[in-house]
């Protein structure tokens, strides 16, 4: 697929939203032993159903908590914008770029990351590791982002082995730390 737009990829968690997984394990109080990671990955995955994934925490939490208050628990891990982005997404879209959300994320957490993150409106498009079965760096998704947007100009995530999986595919692949980062290609 020939690109004609200049498009940004773009992770969302500690590039768009700071993320704090420490709250999820206060409220919840539960420590993320490796039954529930990859239960959570599941979900992230579209594995399982949100009810199915509902059930297994209740039944981890003691039932303590209604369905309601156990979405609220867990999408306590989404943070606020990240200092800077706005600002760097939007002079990105001044000089013509676009950009697409290339994110693990479960539905529950996409529906916060549109409330909490202030530009998320913006994005042209997402691919999200529930509609494609799989996580970075699972070739899946870069090959799933390619056949709806081409090969991205500038692909930025947190995770360095992300980062890696992407070079690999021949993108320009940036760690991204802070919005200092988000420096984009002439």
């Not at 709250?23 to 039954?35: G, K, Q, W, Y």
């Not at 994934?53 to 891990?77: P, S």
């Amino acid at each position: 697929m020939k690109q004609e737009r200049k498009i940004i990829a773009l992770d969302i968690g500690n590039v768009c939203v700071s993320i704090h997984p420490e709250r999820v394990i206060a409220r919840m109080n539960l420590f993320p032993t490796p039954e529930i990671l990859a239960v959570s990955a599941r979900l992230e995955c579209g594995l399982i159903t949100e009810r199915e994934w509902l059930d297994f925490f209740h039944e981890k939490t003691g039932h303590r908590l209604n369905d309601d208050e156990m979405i609220d628990a867990w999408n306590l891990i989404i943070g606020d914008t990240l200092s800077g982005m706005p600002e760097a997404v939007r002079g990105a879209l001044k000089q013509g770029y676009s950009f697409v959300y290339l994110s693990d994320v479960s539905r529950f957490h996409l529906t916060e990351c549109r409330r909490k993150c202030e530009f998320f409106h913006l994005a042209v498009d997402g691919v999200y590791s529930f509609d494609v079965g799989a996580q970075k760096p699972s070739e899946k998704m870069f090959r799933e982002f390619e056949r709806r947007h081409g090969t991205p100009c500038i692909y930025f995530d947190d995770r360095a082995d992300n980062i890696e999986a992407a070079r690999k595919f021949g993108w320009n692949a940036v760690q991204f730390k802070s919005s200092a980062d988000f420096i984009l290609p002439e």
